[in-house]
Every structure is written in structure tokens, then in C-alpha cells.
DNA sequence: GTTTGCGTTTGAGCGCGCTCGAAGCCGTAG
DNA sequence: CTACGGCTTCGAGCGCGCTCAAACGCAAAC
């Protein structure tokens, strides 16, 4: 799958409705800017996430950070870098462990890159699937409120009934789960 | 948006790669036999979940379930599609919380529609976020695959410099946590 | 000089959604 | 007759990912 392919498929998606990608631009300068160091308070900010949870990240072993004199974390852009990714793993739902796990490898050497590799073409593969299944859920949900009509089968009677829709599509929808 | 518009779209995010409609008409028969009535292990077996999850949602107050002279349960064919609606809904992430709420709301009769409507409007929107948020992470995994360097932060180094992307992109995939 | 504010550590607690264990009932098979 | 499989109830336990409370340090502001 092309690059350039990815990029068009994306940029479709958030075609859909615009808030994202408005906000996108507005906060451009972030990355171009990832300063030398940073205080928690700032890293947590830049990535939406509580202090508590940045500390919490360091003592599962994710990050290391250093401190200044007064004992405070100071984020350096290695850290920082590492914590972005982190975070968009967290957010695509990789659990924990797997991601001390990545870490260890990357602390580990060049050796374990195969292994990582490995790892993210398997959570690539994840998040394809709960893509798919959350386009299920969502067609559902659309149609539901289409066609409501109060009962909680209504969706599914309805898809038996109107317009002449194809089986496979219908059986889809119900079994969107079967697919995780 | 048309039914028809929907269904094109859906059938084209399923056909990127076959196993998921494959297996929907594998199954397409289930549906179609809704039966009369079911054992709890076969409706777990139907939604693929355990029978005490089904027991827990019985508990959580979301279906009513008769019993037979034996005091086992008997899904009768509205629970059966109630559960399909619940389990649709939990697998889009639907909190347990809401579910409850919603039943009630199907409980209290036919003026609780507009807010069922409402919620269901709501989880929509919650859940199309959700997929534009997966889709960039997905987008951000396999460029990190595709131009992968080993270090945690080589992804967003690599959209710095390759293939002349397009500012507002670049930003969207680091922040794309900023959508939820 | 005290207050305010932001940081530190440690360990405990929480909300969610299951998941399981224990003890018991029932119907069928060997 | 007894053993087994599958169901029942009830309450407890668990894994995950935070989230917070307590007690404290330091530094700039008033």
C-alpha cells in the first residue's frame, strides 16, 4: 500500500467533517518547536495527558527522565519523542505490557529490530480490525436512527424488510463482533 | 446520508481484506433462524461472549430472561435481539452506565424516544471520532513500519523530512488524540 | 517570613467490565 | 446408583490503567 495512497484514504476520512484537521493546523507549531527540554506539567499538556500519568509511565518503565537540581523532571526531546509515540500506541489501544515490552526491545539493541517490527505489524493489524468493526457498529447505529422505531430489534427487523438489502451486508452488521 | 451511500461505503472498507465477509456468510444463516427460544449457551455461543457476561447483563438490569421448570433461563426472540443490539453497542464502546440508561428509557415507553434518540445520535458522533482517531494512529503504525529506523521517535523525524508531506497531515498523525 | 504554587515520593484506591469459585439442583448415561 | 455435565445463585476477586492522598521540598511573590 502506497504512501501516497495512505495520505489520500486519509485525508478522505477527515474530510468527513472538519474539527480535526482545523485543529490540526492550529496546533502546527507543536512539533515544529519540540524544545530541548521540558518541565511534566509541559509534556502533559502537549500530549493530553495528567502528570500523574507521565509519572505513572516512567515507573512502569516506559521512560527514563532526568532532574534538575531541585529533583524535577526535566523531559529532554529524546523522552518527548518517545512519549508522542507511546501515547498513539496507548490511544489505538495497545495495552501496556506489550508496550514495556516494545521498550525493553528498543533498549535492548538494533538486534530485536525484527521482533518490534513484528510487533507493529501484529498491532497494525489490530487496529485494522477495530476499525473495521467500529464501521460496522457505526453503519448499525446510523441505521438505527434512520429507521428508528423505539423497540431495540427494530435495526435488525428492518434490515429484513427494506430496501432490498444484500444478506451478506445484513449478517455483517449483525455480526460485527465476529470479526475482533 | 443514504442508506445506499452507507452500505457502498461499508462493503468497500470490508473489501480491503476478505476474511470478515467471508465469515459473514459462513454465518449468514443465524439471523435468519432467530430462534423462538435459546439456552443461555447458545445465545453466548450466537454473540460470542460467555454465559456469565449474559448473566451479569441480566443482573446489570438490561434484559429480562424467563425461566423454565428447571429455573434455567429461556432467551425468548426479543431478548435475543435486545442482546444483539447491547453487544453491538458495547463493542463500539458504549459504556455499561449508558446501556443501563438507555434501557430504561426503552422501558418507559414510546415519549422516551427523543432522548433515546439523543444518545444514540451521541454515541454516532463518539464513535466516527473513534475511527478517525484509529484511522490516524493506523496511519502513523505503518509509516513507522514503512520507514522504520528502530528508534521510538523515527516516525515523526521520517515525516519531517520524506516524501514532501503536507504540513497539516504531518501535525494531524502526532495529534491525533487531539480528535477524542 | 509566610503563603502560594508547582514539583517530589510512596503506596493505596478506584471504576470498569467482566470472571470466577462455591455450593447446590436437575436430568440423562453408563 | 452414581457420576457427569450443565445450569442456578451469590458474592468475591481480578486485570487494567490510571488517579489520588499524604507528607514533604523548594522558590518566587507579597
Redesign the interface.
Known amino acids: 500500500?502506497a504512501?501516497?495512497d495512505?495520505?489520500t484514504r486519509?485525508?478522505e476520512?477527515?474530510g468527513?467533517?472538519g474539527?480535526?484537521?482545523v485543529?490540526?493546523?492550529h496546533?502546527?507549531t507543536?512539533?515544529a518547536e519540540v524544545p530541548e527540554s521540558m518541565t511534566i506539567a509541559e509534556v502533559a499538556d502537549l500530549?493530553?495527558l495528567s502528570p500523574h500519568t507521565l509519572r505513572y509511565y516512567e515507573r512502569a518503565g516506559l521512560v527514563e527522565v532526568a532532574r534538575d537540581s531541585n529533583g524535577h523532571r526535566v523531559y529532554d526531546?529524546?523522552a518527548v519523542?518517545?512519549l508522542?509515540?507511546?501515547?498513539?500506541?496507548r490511544?489505538?489501544?495497545m495495552p501496556m505490557r506489550d508496550l514495556q515490552h516494545y521498550?525493553s526491545l528498543?533498549d535492548a539493541g538494533?538486534h530485536t529490530?525484527p521482533e518490534?517490527?513484528d510487533m507493529?505489524?501484529e498491532?497494525?493489524d489490530t487496529?485494522?480490525r477495530?476499525?473495521?468493526?467500529?464501521?460496522?457498529?457505526?453503519?448499525?447505529?446510523?441505521?438505527?436512527?434512520?429507521t428508528?422505531g423505539?423497540?431495540?430489534?427494530q435495526?435488525?427487523a428492518a434490515l429484513d424488510t427494506?430496501?432490498g438489502?444484500?444478506?451478506?451486508?445484513?449478517?455483517?452488521l449483525?455480526?460485527?463482533?465476529?470479526?475482533?
Open positions: 500500500m504512501t501516497d495512505l495520505m486519509a485525508l476520512t477527515l468527513d467533517d474539527p480535526l484537521s485543529e490540526a493546523i496546533r502546527l507543536d512539533l500530549l493530553d526531546a529524546e519523542r518517545r508522542v509515540f507511546l501515547t498513539r500506541m490511544l489505538s489501544g521498550i528498543v538494533e529490530v518490534r517490527l507493529l505489524v498491532h497494525r487496529t485494522r477495530r476499525i473495521r468493526e467500529l464501521t460496522l457498529s457505526l453503519m448499525a447505529i446510523e441505521y438505527k436512527i434512520a428508528y423505539g423497540s431495540t430489534g435495526d435488525v427494506a430496501t438489502a444484500d444478506r451478506t451486508f445484513r449478517t455483517a449483525v455480526h460485527a463482533r465476529s470479526a475482533s
